[in-house]
């Protein structure tokens, strides 16, 4: 009822899973991530016990095949489950049990494991391998993982049909205000187009909780200190201290984490410019 992947990035820091499913909010089931350790997705009659169990036993150093075997070994309904793992090392492994509902099956290689039941065919599978190997290793995680989802979605997905989408990624202090590992954690829970709306949501994402590229950063002096100066008056931010002001209207618009002081994320600025 699902097609999945789970992955880690190249330089070992990122680990994630992206889903899709005719099933009410997959993202509540399926995923599991955490950095350092690895990432699982458990699907098909999913076991949610895999979820806590298979990620202690990936932080006590078993790899993800070893972790994949105990999981489904200790289970009396393995033959119904369906489970991807990556482990710390970028090792894989994937697990079709022979009772999931056709078409089912999966694929695993270094960094990545692709897996899906009651598909419309092996090319789900396929062609989210095909998209997740042609992505460029230097792409944020997030992407790669997007990429073989929408490849899977528009090879046919789910048989059934679609309903839901999700996407987590974790990777130290990545989250907001880098309180948190959690880098990306969206969910659709109930869509008629799921996965384009998970892209939708991921720009956005991107957008308010990305972090700008030092290199393009732009000193706000001069002119444009003069016209930013300009544009936040006219949104009713003033004052002496011209970081303060830009700052209080990012805070409002939600772009507090593009923020930098002295200078201006130039994607920042767009939008100064456009709201004003």
Known sequence: MTFS????????????????????AVGAAVPAAEAGTGAIATQSYANLAYRPDGLALLR??????ATL???TAADDDRENRQAGIVDA?????????????????????????????????PDVVAEMERAWLATDVRQPLARRLLAALTAGDAAGGDRRGR????????TPDGGYGGGSDVLVDLRIDDHPAPVPELARLLDLHDLY?????????VPLDGELADEVRALLAQRGH?????DAALGDWAGIENYEERLSPGKIDPLLLDKLRAHS
């Open 5 to 24: 992947i789970v992955g880690r990035s190249a330089d070992g820091q990122a680990f994630g899973v992206a889903v899709a499913s005719k099933f009410l």
């Open 60 to 65: 006590g150093g078993k790899s993800a095949q």
């Open 69 to 71: 075997d105990a999981l």
């Open 89 to 121: 090392t970028g090792a894989a492994a994937t697990f079709t049990g022979t009772d999931c509902h056709s078409w089912a099956g999966g694929s695993a290689g270094p960094g990545y494991a692709i897996q899906g039941n009651i598909l419309t065919g």
């Open 163 to 170: 309903q839901s989408a999700a996407l987590l990624v974790v």
């Open 209 to 217: 909780f990305g972090k700008p590229d030092p290199a393009t950063l």
């Open 238 to 242: 003033t004052g002496d201290d011209l």
